[in-house]
């Protein structure tokens, strides 16, 4: 019994370490959130990012049977309320995964919140942001660059 | 997949049901195709779509859960059941709760597994690209 779930290298987010599916609140291509069994423990798994991207970030957190019975039985107003509260603990587990890879990083989280989807949601918002903005940059200081060049004038002529 | 308990029932669908399919670019380690082409290796489910015709923002907000912090990244493409069906794919609806709409497409004689002339048969089933953010 363990209070933070086993994920490793390589493994699918939603199912690491022979564990087994034991509920799927969302789905597109893959479980994007739902209850995993492992070593006789629920865990409750959550995509945070990456739902149809490439790259994706995963938490897990340790669950009870009656936290289970409290999620299938909400209402569509209740559920997301219920999950941030059953993320909120001492320990939970995130991990980054690649599409068709699997998971190629993870670490132990202290203390997580209950508003720890969100924080990640608009750290990873303003992270793309940011990457998408450089890009145009450079894509823009490449055009003058390029139109630099074809401004000058060959020597000799 | 492993059950669930959606909160709308299972129904069939009508040939006529317009499906939309989500997806998104992804600017991190570069651009790369927005959609999904097939099944993934792993997935003994099918590939996923919603019957409905949502736009971007309203695609997001069922998948993700919440509006997209780079809705210019999104994208949705439109098809119908009937075109689908008529290349042999197998369209069913199987909601989630968090998602009542959802639904799986597999093929007739492929299952999860497409050959790639396949992934062209399914791209070709669906109208132009809608952007995202406008």
Known sequence: MSDVIRVAHGQTPWQPYGSEVIEVFNFYDQPLMGIIRQDGCLYLFDCLYGHVEGLSLWLYSLIQESDAQELANASADEFDHIRGRLHASERGVMAIAIDDVGIVANGLVENVPESISEVVGILVDEYLEIVRRMGIHQREARELEDSDKSQLVPAGS | M???TPLVPIRALRRDEIVTQYGAVTRAGGEVGAFRKCPRPSDHDGLSAMVGRYT???ASLLVRGRPSGTPEDDRVRYSTVARLHDQGFVVTHK??????????VTHSRHGVVWPKDLEETFRMCFDVTVEGGG
Request: glycine share 0%; net charge negative; proline share 12%.
């Open chain 2, 95 to 104: 909601p989630s709760r968090k998602n009542p709409n959802h639904i799986l």
């Open chain 2, 2 to 4: 492993a059950e669930t």
């Open chain 2, 56 to 58: 971007a923002e309203e």
